[in-house]
Each structure stands twice: as C-alpha cells, then as structure tokens.
T-cell receptor, first 113, second 116 residues
Framework: DAGITQSPRYKITETGRQVTLMCHQT?????MFWYRQDLGHGLRLIYY???????DKGEVPDGYVVSRSKTENFPLTLESATRSQTSVYFC????????????FGSGTRLTVV | AQKITQTQPGMFVQEKEAVTLDCTYD???????LFWYKQPSSGEMIFLIY??????QNATEGRYSLNFQKARKSANLVISASQLGDSAMYFC?????????????FGTGTLLAVQP
C-alpha cells in the first residue's frame, strides 16, 4: 500500500540493547524526519534527512543514529537504549509542498525496561 | 531560533460551539509556514491546515480556520461547530522557509474535550 509505514508498532527492550525502528515511504519524498513524542514536550525532532545519504541532527539527537542509503527508507537506531528513550516515535516525510503538510507514520511505542 | 508556544494544556467546549486554540510563535525568518495537526486517541497525526507567512488571507479548511495575526506572531486555530469527534490533542507547528533544512518544529499541544 502507498504511504509511510513504521515498524514495529510496539517494542519492549532492555536497557543497553541496540534497537532499530524502521520507516518506509512509497512516495519518493525527498525529506524524512524522526520525532519523539513525550508528555509535556510535544513532538521533538531527533534527526532529519533531505535526501539519500544526507542526514542532520535535530533538537534531541543524543543516543540515536540514522542512515538513509535509499530514498524510501530511514531507519532510526538506538545504539544502547536507556529508560529515558521510552517514548512514542514518529517518522514523517515531505516533498516540500507545504500546503499538503508533512505526512506521518502511525508511530512506534518503545518501552525500555 | 524558532519556537512554538501553546499555553493551553487542556480545554473543554460544548458540542456545536466554536473553540479557539492558541498558538504563538517566534522566528527571525520573514518567510515561514504554520501548521496545525490533530492527534486523536488512536495516535495518528492528521494534518489540518497550513498558513504561509506571505499569504494575504487566513487559511480555511472546512470547519477549521486559522486566525493569523502576523504582527502579534499568533496563529490560532478556530474550530467551528464542534463535534464529539473533534476531541483530540492539537499541535501547532512551524517551519522556517529561509533555511535549507525543512525542519518542522512543534508546540507542546492542547488537549481538547468536546462535551455533549
């Protein structure tokens, strides 16, 4: 199906483990983003990418790594998960036509125990 | 640096009444875009409306309108004739257009409850 897909929807992991959240979009949008949502903070930008092989840090990048070898995929890796990284993670994409907004995935709820 | 402020953590409104959700922003870029998103309890982020800083008229999309006051740096969302299905979290967001990053920055949100 066309759209933006995140996987998994739910994940429980242990402190110190590496975990990767996947994001796939079918529109070939140039821009892709990772946000985390926490109560009282709204959505905060972790990393973004303007195109394949071009990534940059957002507001809260520490502890996260991204890659974008293909336009359609933008995985987010927590190298050594901490409890403070328990959150809901959203991936989004945009082609830059602002009136259409940014399109978000359904989110991944990550719990670090 | 760009910043979005939503000062209303939560609001109640009676069904069929209009409600205004406040949003103020700060930016030094004269060119920017403002967005509103709805997040129902199911969790998805739904794009509602967009306003460009150079747009001459306030944006409208069905029952949603954006009260854009540039001098006051405010971009309030007005929902007319509230429905029970409007109960959700609402986020205001902004993107500065002068830079090359295309970053969208969000406020902390307002939780709206529509009462029958």
């Amino acid at each position: 199906d066309a759209g933006i897909t995140q996987s998994p929807r739910y994940k429980i992991t242990e402190t110190g483990r590496q975990v990767t959240l996947m994001c796939h979009q079918t529109w070939s949008h140039s821009y892709m983003f990772w946000y985390r949502q926490d109560l009282g903070h709204g959505l905060r930008l972790i990393y973004y990418s303007a195109a394949a092989d071009i990534t940059d840090k957002g507001e809260v990048p520490d502890g996260y790594v991204v890659s974008r070898s293909k336009t359609e995929n933008f995985p987010l890796t927590l190298e050594s998960a901490t409890r403070s990284q328990t959150s809901v993670y959203f991936c989004a994409s945009s082609e830059g036509v602002l009136r259409y907004g940014y399109t978000f995935g359904s989110g991944t709820r990550l719990t670090v125990v | 640096a760009q910043k979005i402020t939503q000062t209303q953590p939560g609001m109640f409104v009676q069904e069929k009444e209009a409600v205004t959700l406040d949003c103020t922003y700060d930016t030094s870029d004269p060119s920017y875009g403002l967005f509103w998103y709805k997040q129902p309890s199911s969790g998805e982020m739904i794009f509602l409306i967009y306003q460009g800083s150079y747009d001459q008229q306030n944006a409208t999309e069905g029952r949603y309108s954006l009260n854009f006051q540039k001098a006051r740096k405010s971009a309030n969302l007005v929902i007319s004739a509230s429905q029970l299905g409007d109960s959700a979290m609402y986020f205001c967001a902004m993107r500065e257009l002068g830079g090359a990053t295309n970053k969208l920055i969000f406020g902390t949100g307002t939780l709206l409850a529509v009462q029958p």
